[in-house]
Structures are given as C-alpha cells and as structure tokens.
C-alpha cells in the first residue's frame, strides 16, 4: 500500500507556484502569491513540503508552514505541519484516482490533531493533481462563528515550475 500512494505522491517532487483567495465570515477576502516545494528522499517513504505565502498586492509575507506527508500501511495519507503561528496540525484521508485521467488524483484529509490555536474546531483539505496543475481547498470550523461548521478558506490554482 505506502508504495502504490508513494507512486502518486512522488508526482508533486519540485516547486509549484501560483495564486489563491481567502475569506471567511471573520476576516476580509484577499489574495495571495505561493510557492509550495516538495522534496523527496529515497531513505523515507515520504515527502518534505514547505509553503510561503504573500499578500496582494503588498507582497507582505503572510504565511509559512512546513510538514511532511506520509502514506501509512492501512492505504491513507497522513499530513502533519506546523505553522508560522504556532499551529500544529494532523490531517488523514484517502487518495483517490481520477478515473479517466493519465494517472491525476484527489485527497480529502481531515483534521485529527489541532492544538495551540484555540480558535479551530476542525480543518479539512483536498488536494487535486491534474497534470502540472495542483489545486487545493482549505476548509476550516472556529469556534469564532456563530455555529463551528465546516466552511471554505482558502481555494489555490498552482502550476509546476520546477
């Protein structure tokens, strides 16, 4: 199983760029710039990932987090990060062919581990690699909102660069 995922995987090794838009009912939408590079190492059957981002137009830096993402034995994906705020996070899910393609595919992954942000209920992410495009949604549930329900973050259009 982790070296049927680690063949999927190893499609994101290299760096990928592009945009993407925020917004939730707390905060005002923006626009960022990113970079996402994937490293990987044949020792170990997973891949570094670090994330930047910056703001539109100001080119502020607006957020830095680093991870790993591993396949585990029982066929799931297990990301683990921590983030320039202080946010630690576990996410697992599933990796799923696009039926029809030449090899692209979809991971939903849920958050199983939040801690030192006390605002998150809950976060989920997917991950669609179609060719040199990657594209990911990130949904998040505060306890700032009214009821903690799952709602859209962040959405990112990315492109091989490298």
């Not at 626009?31 to 059957?45: I, N």
């Not at 957020?63 to 799931?76: A, T, V």
């Not at 696009?98 to 209920?121: C, K």
Request: aromatic letters at 8%; a negative charge.
């Amino acid at each position: 199983m982790i070296e049927r995922s680690m063949r999927h995987l190893r499609r994101l090794h290299g760096s990928w760029t592009g945009k993407g838009v925020g917004n939730y009912p707390t905060i005002d939408p923006f626009e960022w710039t990113e970079t996402l590079r994937f490293e990987l190492d044949d020792g170990y059957p997973m891949l570094h990932y670090e994330q930047r981002t910056y703001l539109v137009p100001s080119d502020e830096a607006s957020h830095w987090e680093s991870g790993f993402i591993r396949p585990l034995e029982d066929g799931s994906i297990e990301i683990s990060n921590s983030q320039d705020s202080g946010r630690v996070e576990v996410l697992r899910g599933r990796l799923t062919e696009i039926e029809g393609s030449d090899g692209d595919w979809s991971i939903e992954l849920n958050s199983v581990v939040l801690d030192h942000d006390p605002r998150l209920h809950r976060t989920r992410r997917v991950f669609t690699l179609c060719g040199d495009t990657l594209l990911y949604v990130v949904q998040m549930a505060t306890h700032t909102t009214p009821e903690p329900r799952l709602g859209q973050h962040l959405e990112a259009r990315l492109r091989r660069s490298s």
